[in-house]
């Protein structure tokens, strides 16, 4: 009885969409410029989504979020080490739901609402409470507002990332996965080479490096996008081996390889910047 009554729902929509004279075939192209039949599939789409959502890409979804918890839980039990790592994995989950998505023809509205909302707790709440856990909250009422800036700066980015164009071959602004793996990542060097406290340097290191990361994430920096690397298509066998090549030094030390990758990446902005900006005016130079 119920199956009958979604199909019936389903039919008396398909059929008022007829109905309406907006959406006659006669009539061509609506007022938005989209025909009769687009208006009646999307009709159709958005009753079908309401029926349910995709499993498998959202549970990758909720894989990250629950990673981005532990990290929280983790830091709040002073095991600063395990919290960093939460977050590297919620970085290759993050990285894995769009892409599952993609490839199983998956997406949807939902899914990229709850990937924002994954992407905030994991890349925006975890990274800055573990920072404040570790160092920050030696400092005070400066340590609060360190804090807040990187954790508002992310809320931003993925705000501004949501509204704007997509643009696939650049990023604007630090992606907040990569803050996050700034932030986590000197957490972990930092314990890994046994530094331990050192104060004033820890609080000043840390409060350097979340800031710094967080006003990367609202700049007008462009930043190579991963989204470009050929997953899917046949490439050289090279690139395999590279591939190899790059597991293989990172697993010679994780934290220190990943910690100087981040960063390289995060500098690579300001410096394209700068170049472009030299070239520019160098060519300025030149016609003049």
């Keep these: 009885m119920e199956e009958e009554n979604k199909q019936h729902n389903l039919k008396a929509i398909e059929g008022g969409a007829a109905a309406d004279p907006a959406l006659d075939e006669d009539e061509g192209q609506g007022e938005d410029g989209r025909s009769a039949h687009d208006r009646r599939r999307s009709i159709g789409q958005r009753f079908r989504e309401a029926r349910g959502v995709y499993l498998l890409p959202n549970l990758i979804t909720t894989g990250a ?85 990187y954790m508002v700066c992310a809320a931003l980015r993925l705000a501004r990332f949501n509204t704007q164009p997509s643009d696939h071959a650049a990023f604007t602004g630090l992606a907040s996965p990569s803050a996050a793996a ?39 920096f462009k930043y190579f996008s991963p989204k470009e690397l050929p997953l899917r298509g046949r490439v050289p066998f090279i690139t395999l081996v590279l591939v190899v090549l790059v597991f293989s030094v990172i697993l010679v030390d994780p934290p220190k390889v990943l910690l100087t990758g981040f960063s390289l990446y ?17 060519s300025s130079a030149k016609s003049e």
Excluded: C
């Design 65 to 149: 979020l629950f990673a981005g918890f532990f990290a929280v839980v983790q830091a709040m039990n002073g095991k600063f080490v395990n919290a960093a790592i939460a977050i590297f994995a919620a970085m290759l989950l993050d990285a894995a739901d769009g892409r599952v998505a993609r490839i199983t023809r998956s997406t949807s509205a939902f899914g990229a609402e709850y990937d924002s909302l994954s992407d905030m707790v994991a890349f925006g709440v975890a990274p800055s409470l573990v920072a404040f856990t570790f160092a920050l909250s030696e400092l005070g009422q400066i340590g609060w507002v360190v804090t807040f800036i």
């Design 266 to 282: 995060a500098l690579s902005g300001p410096v394209h910047y700068l170049w472009n900006l030299r070239s520019g005016r160098a």
């Design 182 to 220: 700034l932030v986590v990542g000197t957490v972990w060097v930092w314990v890994d080479l046994g530094l331990g406290d050192l104060s004033p340097w820890r609080e000043i290191v840390m409060a350097t490096v979340t800031a710094a990361a967080g006003l990367l994430m609202v700049s007008n």
